[in-house]
Antibody, heavy 120, light 107 residues
Framework: EVQLVQSGAGVKKPGESLRIYCKAS????????VAWVRQRPGKGLEWMGV????????RYSPSFQGQVTMSVDKSVKTVHLQWSSLKASDTAMYYC?????????????WGQGTMVIVSS | DIQMTQSPSTLSASVGDRVTITCRAS??????LAWYQQKPGKAPKLLIS???SLQRGVPSRFSGSGSGTEFTLTISSLQPDDFATYYC?????????FGQGTKVDLK
């Protein structure tokens, strides 16, 4: 079964760092781009960018460039999303999702989401 | 960025109704458009890609049409499982963007 399983919820203070993960199984991990999507409480979906596990290439949305870092650990078929200094406005659900083909396509498989809460 | 505007924002309907949701792009996106269904507390589910290509396993009561700047998602006969929020997504540009969502609720 093709699956993306994400790390559990995290509660952090402003200024702290955080790394969440998305672990793939059931398909050729290095052949598909993986997207990250943010959803703030009660709001819509925002595309953050994509990472290619084959060579760790990344493409960020201008809105998220410099705010987060996407990375890959091929040895454990996992992609990561990282913040160096969290803000309260980073409070959201974060989804990873496999991109159908190439860098630009719909996403057919989604993780269950990781809730990140940033509060003092 | 390409702006995606969905209408209506909320749609109240009954089981068995034919439901149509519209998505407009601020510039032509050819047919690089997807539709997703999201239920509370769940991840989005891909229904349609490339404007009209139904994903495997998605009921045939869902259909998509359009190209360029105007697109529609139609549910031919609304079922109880279809009450949810629906999002369109353009993936023509590297700044992928979603519509703001259309919530389908019970009339």
């Amino acid at each position: 079964e093709v699956q993306l399983v994400q790390s559990g919820a995290g509660v952090k203070k402003p200024g702290e760092s955080l790394r969440i993960y998305c672990k793939a199984s059931g398909y050729s991990f290095t052949s598909y781009w993986v997207a990250w999507v943010r959803q703030r409480p009660g709001k819509g979906l925002e595309w953050m960018g994509v990472v290619y596990p084959g060579d760790s290439d990344t493409r960020y949305s201008p809105s998220f460039q410099g705010q987060v870092t996407m990375s890959v650990d091929k040895s454990v078929k996992t992609v990561h999303l990282q913040w160096s200094s969290l803000k309260a406005s980073d409070t959201a659900m974060y989804y990873c999702a496999r991109v159908l083909t190439g860098t630009l396509d719909a996403s057919d498989v989604w993780g269950q989401g990781t809730m990140v809460i940033v509060s003092s | 960025d390409i702006q995606m505007t969905q209408s209506p924002s909320t749609l109240s309907a009954s089981v068995g109704d034919r439901v149509t949701i519209t998505c407009r792009a601020s510039q032509s996106i050819n047919d690089w458009l997807a539709w997703y269904q999201q239920k509370p507390g769940k991840a989005p589910k891909l229904l349609i890609s490339k404007a009209s290509s139904l994903q495997r396993g998605v009921p045939s009561r869902f259909s998509g049409s359009g190209s360029g700047t105007e697109f529609t998602l139609t549910i031919s006969s609304l079922q109880p499982d279809d009450f949810a929020t629906y999002y369109c997504q353009q993936y023509k540009s590297h700044s992928v963007t979603f519509g703001q969502g259309t919530k389908v609720d019970l009339k």
